[in-house]
């Protein structure tokens, strides 16, 4: 039975943490700046380690599951993971934005548009589902 609580929690995290969206730590010109739709690759650092954070806290401390029947299981740890990496892959303007400010794809320029936090939540919610949902992927500690 699929735990679809981890794919909302992460994709609900990535929204809210992508660097330049609410919050940017640090800012351009401040330690903290609110909504500039810029990134850098010290804040997708920065954010990163909140997301790790926080993902850790809803999913492993207070376990977080929407199951129709609970089931008990260890720590799993392939949601954080899994949902950490594409979180660094995926921020939009570090790597690239689809679509970018001037065209279909820009790489490496640092920048956002709602657009492409839209795009990049879609294939975050794809690559994420797909990995934690359809393929069962799952890292237990002992």
């Not at 806290?57 to 199951?67: F, R």
């Not at 001037?102 to 939540?121: C, E, P, Q, S, Y």
């Amino acid at each position: 039975m699929p735990d679809w609580g981890p794919v909302f929690v992460a994709v609900a995290l990535f929204v809210l943490l992508t660097p330049g969206v609410l919050i940017q730590i640090p800012g351009k010109n401040r330690v903290v700046e609110f909504g500039t739709f810029q990134t850098s690759g010290l804040s997708v650092i920065v954010h990163t380690l909140i997301y790790f954070t926080l993902v850790c806290i809803l999913l492993l401390a207070i376990q977080i599951h929407m199951y129709i029947f609970y089931t008990a299981t260890m720590a799993d740890w392939a949601p954080v993971i899994v949902g950490v990496i594409l979180f660094v892959i995926l921020s939009p303007g570090l790597l690239f934005s689809l679509p970018g400010t001037n065209r279909g794809v820009d790489f490496g320029n640092l920048k956002t548009n709602g657009k492409a936090i839209a795009v990049h939540t879609l294939i975050f919610f794809a690559i994420y589902s797909i990995l934690i949902i359809a393929v069962n992927l799952h890292i237990y500690t002992g």
